[in-house]
Each structure stands twice: as C-alpha cells, then as structure tokens.
C-alpha cells in the first residue's frame, strides 16, 4: 500500500497458480490493509490481508478464477483501493481413464491376412491434455494372435485366425494416462473378439470304403448301410448332403441326401449283364469355389476337381484338361468357346488324372482379385464322353502393399496467433490392400507459436497398418502476425528550417520501429490534418517543403504524424513534429522618406550625429569650404553602421553531467529544480527553449519550455527510488547542446519505527545471549502478556532477555504486546508489536509463517533475528 494520503495496491492486478485438489485454507497471496473479497471459492483475512482457499478447486469445473480485492484503510473518511487478482488452476492427474462404453463382441471373419485391423480401442479422461495422453497395452489373453498398438489402441491380428481351432477370444486391455503429476492412472477392459466361420473345410467321410454283402432276395425298401460324414465348419457351412455319383447301374439303390441312408428299391440279380460305356462323367460338385491366399507359394494346392463315371474300367477311367482360360481374368463366370490352351500368364494348371488344380504363378490381388474358367473331364472309352464344370478362384488379400500418402511432401502455412488445439492439417494415406481405410491424420496445434522464434518446423509423420507403414515430411511455414504496432522513438519531435531554403528541402526523418515482419512491419507514414506547405515520404517518413517558407508570415507549424503497419488489421502510433521557421536575411532595407533634410550649425563639431535611419546609422561630418578665403574649408561626409548580432554559439550547460539534489515529498507540480544553459548570442539569438528528451518515459518531470524550471508531477519518495536520470536538451535553433541530469532524493524523517512480528521458542534453557532491534531514540514499553516476567526488555535499546523465571519444567506459553514510540515530524506514533512466547519439549524443524523466530535449544546459544521487514501502518482507529 502507499503512503500518507493515498491508498492503492502496488500492481493494479496479481496472477497466481495454484494446483487443484489443494486443501481448504492453502494460501495463495499476502496484501496488507482491511480487505474483502467477492468469491465463494477464496476467502480473505480483512486484517492481514492473507488470501486463501476456501474449498477445494476443481480445474474440470473452473480453470480461471477472476478476484475482485477491496482494500479500506482506517482514515476518515476512508481511502479504498482496488486490485484484481486472476487464480490459474493447474491440472493434477486426478482422473482415470474411461473406456468408450463397449458394444458387445467384436465379430470378425477367419481366413483374413495378417494385420488386419480388428478393432479400435478408445479411452479418455477430463484432465488436461498433458495428464490425458492415453497408451496402451494387453495385459493378458492370446499374446500369439493380437497385438495392440500402444499409442493408437488399435488391435490387429499376428496369425490368420481359424475358427475351427478358436471361436472366441477375451483379450485384457489396460489404458493409461500417462499423467505426470501425482503420477499416471489406468484402467481396464475385457475385449470380446469371435472369430466368423467360412466354409474352408471339406465333408470328410468316415471310411474310405464301405463292403457290405446284400442277399439277392432282400426286400425292397431295405436299409442295407449307413454312409457318415462329418465337416469342420459350423452352422450351414457344416450340412452335409449325400448322394450316389456312380454304380447305380439300373436304379436298384437309393442314398438318402440327408441321413446317409442306402436303401435297396428294386429287385437285385446276381447275374447283372458286363458294363457298356453308356454314361458321361458327373462331377462331384457344380460349380467348384475356392480360396487362395495371394502369396501362397507355387506349386500350392488350391482345389480338388472330382468327377465320377458310372461305367467301369476304362470307360470310367478319367483325364481333366482347363477350358475357357482366355475370360477367366474378367472374373465374371461368363463361359466363351472351349480353349484347351491356357494362356501363357494363366496361374493355374491342373493335373490330368488327379484333378488337383495348383498355382504355377505367382497371384497378385491387387491386379487380378477373381479368376473363373472351366475344367473339361474326358474318360478313355472308345468313344470318349466328356463333360465340364465352372471353377471360380477368388484370390485373398494378404498385407502385401506399402501405404501411400497422397502427398510425399506436405507443406502450408500458419498464422503464429493461431489458436491451441485448432486443426492445422490433415494426411491421408492408403494401400491398394482389401479393408484398406483412407486414413486421416489430423495434426493440431498444441502450444502457442512465436515467429520470431521459429518460422518454421519439419515434422515426420508416419503412417501404419500395424505391419507396414511409411512415412511424409510435413512443412509448416510460420507467417507473422500482425501482433505488434509501430513505435516512434519520441512522443514529440522539435526540428528548426531556415525560410529561404528552397521548395523540396528535407528537413527531418521520423522513424517508427515495429517488432513484426513482412507486410505486418512495413510502415506507412502519413499526416493528420496536412498542410499545403509540407508533405512526408510514405515510406522512408522524411518531411519535405511543397512551398516557400515565411518566416514574416508563420514562425512554427505543428504537425501530427501517424505510423501505420500494413498487417491485414493495421495498427498504429502517432508522435507530433513542431517546425520552428527561422528568419532569413529576405528583405532589404527602406527608408521611410524618398527625401531627408537636416539642419547644423556652421560651428557643430565633428562627429555630430545629423539622423538615424532604422539599422544603419548614418553620422555626417559637415565641413564648410569657402574658396574664396585665404584657408580653404570643406566638408566630408561619414558612414557608420551598426553590425548585428547572428546565431553563431550554442547554448552551452554548466557541466555534460549536472547532479541535482532534491529533498523528498515536495508537493506535486513545485518546482524542485532550475536547469540553465548560458548563449553568448545576443538578442533573439541567446533565446533558449528547454525539454526533456531522454528518462521520462512515465512522465515524473517537467521542464518549462522557456524558463528551465523543472517540476516534480509525482509525489518524490525516497523509499520507493532514490534517482532519476534525465537527459535534457538546450535549443537555440539550429543549435542544440545536451546534458545528463542525476536527481538524487534526499531521505526526510517520515517513516515511524517498525517491530516485526516474531516467536521465541526455548527449551528450558536460559542463555545471557540477547537479541535486541536496532536502537534509535525510542522507546519500548510491554503492554500485557509479560505479567509473569518471562521476558526482560531494556527500555531504550529495545534488547530482550530471558527471565530465569523460565527455568522450569513445565510448558510454558505467552502472548505479548510490545510497543515503541519517540517523536517524529509527523506526531507522537506507537507501533504495537504482538508476539509469542512458547517453551516446546520438541521443537519443530521448521516454522512457516513466522517473519521472525528466536530460538534457544538445550545447551544451544540463541540465533540471531532475521532482517526486520519495512512497513507502513498506522494506529488503528
């Protein structure tokens, strides 16, 4: 607080952070006056001025708390001042991650290639960014099948999944914060994966061969055998169908096609004719589907092609051989003429008596993703019978391509006030793979940007599907922001111009600086109110004459200058430029009369002054020649002109550095100094004007234009600073001279004494060490509390002494009051000093909060106080 007829707080606002989650009471800030507060989060001692908390904060509630501060002081009627104070909350890391509320199992197909992408794990928390960077890891549950990526929580598989070796999985998945302080916080969560079935497995039947031995005479409708078969699959994909592809000579049997069932339906004779080749092949399944992976190695086995003849021997002997390969890359099972040949880049061959088809190059997904063609099955009877079925091949996609950003290269720009958290880019990068997603990389800006500091940054940004990734160079071009405003050097400028220079003279340059760059710091200068006899460069900011000057007509012109900045939201700064016109030899002297007649007396000595015109003097010396005269007489005529004075010497100051002593508290506004330069000139010549041109930037002091007077416009304090320095010009246009001034204050008497509050703490222990504060005319005096005589003050140094009352065993503790008065200039003060006086068994190690602390141990000498603290108080009311 100020002093003596003033109150106000030493900054008009304060600003303290303070973390949340602290207990009630913790303090934050430390005024001194009678003080309220409006807040329901904070609280203040009206009397210490100690600002606290009055709950717990919450930085998810409220991150920026605004106190306003009333200080009331105890004069009548009372002074108040006002301050704000501005309550950061910073972040602790006090909540845990949650997970994204789960949707039940995640279902995915077996068969996929590896890498692919299952599932995305997500979790996040209401802390600030820097106590929410999530990671992730697996806790437990099928470590050989999925991994997850720690940082982006996606799960992918390792293997190709086979659903007939697992149906379901749990994997445990553990998100953590990454917070720092308090440390980190996790969670967990159970994730549930099944895995879908395909039909990849083949019927198997429980025996190669079935015998079985059948009467002639059975019955008809007899059930003589009962074919099993089983399939891997599950659901539709393991229904099983049975039916007879040869043998059936003349209808005697009959398969039932779901239970497997062989029924005898017509008579049976022993004595069957031999076989004829009457019968064409019937394959197994019309048409063949099948699933190759696209980097299964050549030579692999893709699909079994069967066909049965019903004749025997080697009528029902059968060769395959591929047909209609010329459209199987259009993949679209269209069947065009038989080509036994295939093409010479077919990938597949089959052999011609077991009817496997296998791969004889190499699949590529990306180029050819379904191949349909057909397979021709041709016995050996005389007359061979053939038929056909369509085979259809679809090619799977394994992790095979590299991802690609649409852009190898990414470069932009940003403005540096552009906001935290707002987006700056998004990436995309993507591979020709099945379930391929675009991926969209957002980058944002995460602290705030200085041009100055960094115009530019590279950033590496990669891209992964969990197996593959690749990688892109971001160019962020930092640009400038129009965030600073011109500055002229001088709030005013004085410069002088002779009236006979000619039209076009420059006769000053005004400068302003601005901190920013590019467009943002290219000044345009222009003037407010112009005037026709001058005009200023736009750009460099010199001043021209567009006229002749007349100094008969105008002595000085005042102009304003305007600094302006060509950012898209311009800023400026004005200054004032006063030309003084200076007088030239312009006009020629005039008498006043075209005729002038005078009068002398014939005995007028010399020397006799006759008239005076103006600047000339004209002294005639009149002499009578008389020729006819025996001495000759004649008369002469003498000039003689005055010289005038010119502005040839610059005023000059007593001393380049001048120290000027002011004593302190001189009422605002009175002249506390008299700065003085001396001109030799004469006349207008020796005029001088006075300003200060350097150190008053807040404007503390005057110097009167003409009269060099130099006034104090605050109030002087020694205790608050103790020297100004100025630099003071003299002007007798054109000529300046300069000198630096030193204003020292001189300290008056007008601060009382000052007692800091302290504790003594003792532990049965008395010392003939004293402790005393500094000594000075005064006068101290215990008011109450030393009623026991624990303590023994001397009343004129002050010095404290410990009573040998206090050599006791038992706890002792007092609360004192002291106080210390004397005259001073500005009345009888007392000063009242509280302090306490405790005897601890146990002392503690540290004492917070005490401006002062004595302490004495057993067998221990006592320290020494600490500095006492300089205050202003006054006695309360």
Same mark, same amino acid.
């Given at each position: 607080?100020?002093?003596?007829?003033?109150?106000?707080?030493?900054?008009?606002?304060?600003?303290?952070?303070?973390?949340?989650?602290?207990?009630?009471?913790?303090?934050?800030?430390?005024?001194?006056?009678?003080?309220?507060?409006?807040?329901?989060?904070?609280?203040?001692?009206?009397?210490?001025?100690?600002?606290?908390?009055?709950?717990?904060?919450?930085?998810?509630?409220?991150?920026?708390?605004?106190?306003?501060?009333?200080?009331?002081?105890?004069?009548?009627?009372?002074?108040?001042?006002?301050?704000?104070?501005?309550?950061?909350?910073?972040?602790?890391?006090?909540?845990?991650?949650?997970?994204?509320?789960?949707?039940?199992?995640?279902?995915?197909?077996?068969?996929?290639?590896?890498?692919?992408?299952?599932?995305?794990?997500?979790?996040?928390? #209401?802390?600030?960014?820097?106590?929410?960077?999530?990671?992730?890891?697996?806790?437990?549950?099928?470590?050989?099948?999925?991994?997850?990526?720690?940082?982006?929580?996606?799960?992918?598989? #390792?293997? %190709?999944?086979?659903?007939?070796?697992? !149906?379901?999985?749990?994997?445990?998945?553990?998100?953590?914060? &990454?917070?720092?302080?308090?440390?980190?916080?996790?969670?967990?969560?159970?994730?549930?994966?099944?895995?879908?079935?395909?039909?990849?497995?083949?019927? &198997? =039947?429980?025996? &190669?061969?079935?015998?079985?031995?059948?009467?002639?005479?059975?019955?008809?409708?007899?059930?003589?055998?009962?074919?099993?078969?089983?399939?891997?699959?599950?659901?539709?994909?393991?229904?099983?169908?049975?039916?007879?592809?040869?043998?059936?000579?003349?209808?005697?049997?009959?398969?039932?096609?779901?239970?497997?069932?062989?029924?005898?339906?017509?008579? /049976?004779?022993?004595?069957?004719?031999?076989?004829?080749?009457?019968?064409?092949?019937?394959?197994?399944?019309?048409?063949?589907?099948?699933?190759?992976?696209?980097? %299964?190695?050549?030579?692999?086995?893709?699909?079994?092609?069967?066909?049965?003849?019903?004749?025997?021997?080697?009528?029902?002997?059968?060769?395959?051989?591929?047909?209609?390969?010329?459209?199987?890359?259009?993949?679209?099972?269209?069947?065009?003429?038989?080509?036994?040949?295939?093409?010479?880049?077919?990938?597949?061959?089959?052999?011609?008596? +077991?009817?496997?088809?296998?791969?004889?190059?190499?699949?590529?997904?990306?180029?050819?993703?379904?191949?349909?063609?057909?397979?021709? !099955?041709?016995?050996?009877?005389?007359?061979?019978?053939?038929?056909?079925?369509?085979?259809?091949?679809?090619?799977?996609?394994?992790?095979?391509?590299? *991802?690609?950003?649409?852009?190898?290269?990414?470069?932009?720009?940003?403005?540096?006030?552009?906001?935290?958290? +707002? +987006?700056?880019?998004?990436?995309?990068?993507?591979?020709?793979?099945?379930?391929?997603?675009?991926?969209?990389?957002?980058?944002?800006?995460?602290?705030?940007?200085?041009?100055? &500091?960094?115009?530019?940054?590279?950033?590496?940004?990669?891209?992964?599907?969990?197996?593959?990734?690749?990688?892109?160079? %971001?160019?962020?071009?930092?640009?400038?922001?129009?965030?600073?405003?011109?500055?002229?050097?001088?709030?005013?400028?004085?410069?002088?111009?002779?009236?006979?220079?000619?039209?076009?003279?420059?006769?000053?340059?005004?400068?302003?600086?601005?901190?920013?760059?590019?467009?943002?710091? #290219?000044?345009?200068? %222009?003037?407010?109110?112009?005037?026709?006899?001058?005009?200023?460069?736009?750009?460099?900011?010199?001043?021209?004459? @567009?006229?002749?000057?007349?100094?008969?007509?105008?002595?000085?012109?005042?102009?304003?200058?305007?600094? /302006?900045?060509?950012?898209?939201?311009?800023?400026?700064?004005?200054?004032?430029?006063?030309?003084?016109?200076?007088?030239?030899?312009?006009?020629?002297?005039?008498?006043?009369?075209?005729?002038?007649?005078?009068?002398?007396?014939?005995?007028?000595?010399?020397?006799?002054?006759?008239?005076?015109?103006?600047?000339?003097?004209?002294?005639?010396?009149?002499?009578?020649?008389?020729?006819?005269?025996?001495?000759?007489?004649?008369?002469?005529?003498?000039?003689?002109?005055?010289?005038?004075?010119?502005?040839?010497?610059?005023?000059?100051?007593?001393?380049?550095?001048?120290?000027?002593?002011?004593?302190?508290?001189?009422?605002?506004?009175?002249?506390?100094?008299? =700065?003085?330069?001396?001109?030799?000139?004469?006349?207008?010549?020796?005029?001088?004007?006075?300003?200060?041109?350097?150190?008053?930037?807040?404007?503390?002091?005057?110097?009167?234009?003409?009269?060099?007077?130099?006034?104090?416009?605050?109030?002087?304090?020694?205790?608050?600073?103790?020297?100004?320095?100025?630099?003071?010009?003299?002007?007798?246009?054109?000529?300046?001279?300069?000198?630096?001034?030193?204003?020292?204050? @001189?300290?008056?008497?007008?601060?009382?004494?000052?007692?800091?509050?302290?504790?003594? /703490?003792?532990?049965?222990?008395?010392?003939?060490?004293?402790?005393?504060?500094? !000594?000075?005319?005064?006068?101290?005096?215990?008011?109450?509390?030393?009623?026991?005589?624990?303590?023994? *003050?001397?009343?004129?140094?002050?010095?404290?002494?410990?009573?040998?009352?206090?050599?006791?065993?038992?706890? *002792?503790?007092?609360?004192?009051?002291?106080?210390?008065?004397?005259?001073?200039?500005?009345?009888?003060?007392?000063?009242?000093?509280?302090?306490?006086?405790?005897?601890?068994?146990?002392?503690?190690?540290?004492?917070?909060?005490?401006?002062?602390?004595?302490?004495?141990?057993?067998?221990?000498?006592?320290?020494?106080?600490?500095?006492?603290?300089?205050?202003?108080?006054?006695?309360?009311?």
């Amino acid at each position: 607080m100020s002093g003596r007829g003033n109150l106000k707080f030493p900054m008009p606002n304060y600003q303290v952070a303070l973390f949340e989650n602290e207990r009630a009471g913790t303090p934050l800030l430390q005024l001194h006056a009678h003080y309220t507060i409006e807040s329901s989060y904070f609280r203040i001692d009206s009397a210490t001025g100690a600002v606290s908390t009055a709950s717990e904060l919450d930085r998810e509630t409220k991150e920026t708390h605004v106190l306003r501060v009333k200080a009331v002081d105890y004069s009548t009627p009372p002074l108040s001042a006002t301050t704000y104070i501005t309550v950061l909350v910073k972040d602790t890391n006090d909540h845990s991650p949650v997970f994204e509320q789960s949707r039940g199992p995640r279902a995915v197909r077996e068969n996929l290639e590896v890498g692919y992408e299952v599932l995305s794990i997500r979790a996040s928390d #209401r802390d600030s960014p820097v106590n929410a960077n999530m990671g992730y890891r697996l806790l437990g549950g099928a470590w050989d099948v999925f991994q997850l990526n720690a940082s982006s929580g996606v799960v992918s598989t #390792r293997v %190709v999944l086979d659903q007939e070796e697992a !149906a379901e999985y749990q994997l445990l998945v553990e998100a953590s914060d &990454q917070g720092r302080n308090l440390g980190p916080l996790s969670a967990t969560a159970t994730v549930y994966i099944e895995v879908e079935d395909e039909n990849d497995n083949y019927p &198997q =039947i429980s025996e &190669q061969n079935y015998v079985v031995q059948v009467p002639e005479d059975v019955g008809l409708n007899a059930a003589v055998l009962r074919v099993q078969a089983s399939d891997r699959d599950q659901g539709q994909n393991a229904a099983i169908q049975y039916s007879i592809l040869s043998g059936k000579v003349a209808g005697q049997f009959y398969l039932h096609s779901l239970s497997g069932i062989l029924d005898v339906i017509n008579p /049976l004779d022993f004595e069957d004719v031999l076989d004829v080749i009457d019968n064409e092949p019937i394959f197994v399944s019309s048409p063949f589907q099948a699933t190759v992976l696209e980097n %299964v190695p050549l030579g692999y086995s893709v699909v079994h092609i069967q066909a049965v003849d019903a004749d025997s021997g080697e009528n029902a002997r059968l060769h395959y051989r591929l047909v209609d390969t010329a459209s199987a890359f259009l993949g679209d099972g269209s069947a065009g003429p038989k080509n036994p040949v295939p093409a010479p880049d077919f990938p597949f061959q089959i052999h011609n008596s +077991s009817g496997w088809i296998t791969l004889c190059a190499e699949l590529d997904r990306e180029e050819v993703e379904h191949y349909s063609f057909g397979v021709e !099955a041709v016995d050996h009877g005389s007359s061979p019978m053939s038929s056909s079925t369509s085979i259809s091949i679809m090619v799977l996609d394994v992790n095979d391509n590299d *991802l690609v950003f649409t852009q190898p290269t990414y470069e932009l720009r940003l403005n540096e006030d552009a906001a935290m958290g +707002s +987006s700056v880019l998004t990436l995309q990068a993507c591979d020709r793979n099945t379930n391929s997603r675009r991926g969209g990389g957002l980058i944002t800006l995460a602290l705030p940007l200085d041009y100055k &500091q960094d115009q530019q940054y590279v950033l590496a940004v990669t891209a992964s599907d969990g197996t593959r990734s690749h990688t892109a160079d %971001v160019l962020i071009n930092v640009t400038d922001a129009n965030t600073h405003r011109p500055v002229f050097q001088s709030s005013d400028y004085t410069v002088s111009v002779s009236e006979d220079r000619p039209v076009g003279t420059s006769i000053a340059t005004l400068s302003a600086n601005d901190e920013d760059t590019g467009e943002n710091s #290219r000044i345009t200068y %222009v003037i407010q109110d112009p005037v026709p006899q001058f005009r200023i460069d736009p750009d460099s900011g010199t001043m021209y004459t @567009m006229m002749e000057l007349d100094y008969e007509h105008q002595v000085a012109y005042t102009l304003t200058i305007t600094a /302006l900045d060509n950012g898209i939201s311009q800023n400026s700064d004005t200054t004032t430029l006063e030309i003084l016109i200076l007088d030239a030899n312009d006009n020629t002297p005039q008498f006043l009369w075209d005729f002038y007649q005078g009068s002398i007396f014939e005995d007028a000595p010399p020397l006799t002054s006759i008239l005076q015109e103006n600047v000339a003097v004209y002294n005639l010396w009149a002499v009578a020649v008389d020729f006819g005269s025996p001495t000759a007489l004649s008369a002469s005529v003498e000039i003689q002109v005055t010289i005038l004075d010119i502005n040839d010497n610059a005023p000059m100051f007593e001393k380049d550095e001048l120290e000027l002593f002011v004593e302190e508290n001189n009422p605002v506004g009175s002249v506390v100094a008299k =700065i003085r330069a001396q001109d030799p000139d004469e006349g207008p010549n020796a005029q001088i004007m006075y300003q200060i041109v350097e150190g008053n930037m807040w404007h503390f002091f005057q110097l009167g234009l003409l009269n060099w007077d130099l006034r104090a416009l605050v109030e002087l304090d020694f205790e608050v600073r103790r020297e100004y320095v100025l630099a003071v010009q003299a002007t007798s246009a054109p000529l300046v001279s300069r000198a630096t001034v030193h204003i020292l204050l @001189m300290d008056q008497k007008d601060n009382p004494p000052v007692l800091p509050d302290f504790q003594i /703490l003792f532990n049965n222990y008395v010392t003939n060490k004293s402790n005393s504060f500094p !000594a000075n005319s005064l006068n101290y005096t215990f008011l109450r509390g030393n009623e026991l005589h624990l303590l023994l *003050l001397d009343p004129t140094t002050g010095e404290l002494q410990l009573s040998r009352d206090l050599d006791n065993n038992w706890p *002792l503790k007092a609360l004192m009051e002291v106080s210390v008065s004397g005259e001073w200039p500005l009345g009888q003060e007392e000063q009242l000093w509280m302090g306490c006086l405790e005897n601890l068994r146990n002392p503690p190690r540290a004492l917070p909060g005490m401006p002062g602390c004595i302490w004495a141990g057993r067998g221990e000498l006592c320290k020494d106080l600490l500095p006492p603290i300089r205050c202003w108080g006054e006695r309360p009311a």
